[in-house]
């Protein structure tokens, strides 16, 4: 193979593989992080104080009432993963966990196509 021959088909590699999107997308994390351990730590029975401990405050709560917190998780681990969402909902009476209820892993949320 001649050395124009070798150019012409660098050149044209390097055109080819240049289109190519190999972007890095960094994982992202939203809202409260919550391990499966920390989601089955809460139980009936805990004070407001000891959950904030364990979790940290709450993503969502009532201005009107602070009977109901709710923790939700967002995380999508790259490009081309799915999204997965947890959600952790408590309801107190008089300053103690009287419901949990506890989403893990909400459908997948697909990602965009391109």
């Known amino acids: 193979m001649s050395s124009r021959n070798r150019l012409l088909l660098f050149g044209l590699c390097a055109i080819g593989l240049g289109g190519c999107s190999f972007v890095y997308i960094a994982p992202m994390h939203q809202g409260n992080y919550l391990s499966p351990a920390m989601r089955h730590e809460i139980k009936v029975g805990m004070t407001q104080s000891q959950v904030t401990y364990l979790l940290g405050p709450p993503a969502l709560k009532n201005p009107f009432s602070s009977r109901r917190w709710v923790y939700i998780y967002y995380r999508k681990a790259g490009h081309f ?3 997965r969402i947890h959600h952790l909902r408590t309801l107190f009476h008089r ?7 506890r ?11 391109h």
Do not use: C, M, Y
């Open 81 to 83: 993963s799915s999204a």
């Open 95 to 101: 300053g103690k966990v009287v419901r949990i209820r």
């Open 103 to 113: 989403w893990g892993g909400l459908p997948p949320v697909k990602p965009p196509a």
